[in-house]
């Protein structure tokens, strides 16, 4: 698995090689990334990663300290008028799973900082 660490800015970030193949991609890559700018600006000590399991899949994983607090994907809005949402799951893999789905920037960050809280 390919991850993008956060040392450097995601600002710097650069799109996965095989962006172009799939519809939508850069997209969905263009969305993760202005979260992951939108979580450090407002939680500084927050770790970001752009992760990429396979060609065509990419997720942002947040944490504050192992294990990561969030994984976030953006995905194709099943409403007619179209855009992306924001898949958001808190504590994935443990007992405390949640999962909620936002269609804002600002939303995304309210959600993954109200996980922190109850962290």
């Known amino acids: 698995m390919l991850s993008l660490e956060t040392a450097a800015s995601p600002l710097v970030w650069e799109r996965p090689e095989w962006c172009s193949q799939f519809p ?3 997209a969905e890559f263009e969305q993760l990334r202005e979260l992951a700018v939108a979580l450090q600006c407002c939680e500084p ?11 065509g899949l ?3 994983s947040v944490g504050a300290r192992p294990p990561h607090v969030a994984e ?4 194709e809005s ?9 898949a958001i799951y808190a504590f994935p893999e443990t007992d405390d799973e949640t ?5 804002s920037i600002p939303g995304a960050v309210n ?3 109200a996980c922190l809280v109850s962290a």
Do not use: F, Q, T
Request: proline residues 11%; glycine residues 10%.
């Open 24 to 26: 939508g991609a850069d």
């Open 111 to 113: 959600w993954i900082r």
């Open 78 to 86: 099943p409403e007619p008028a179209g855009g992306r949402l924001l």
């Open 72 to 75: 976030v994907y953006s995905v």
């Open 58 to 60: 990419m997720y942002l």
């Open 99 to 103: 999962e909620g789905c936002e269609d």
């Open 45 to 55: 000590a927050l770790k970001v990663r752009l992760r990429l399991p396979e060609p």
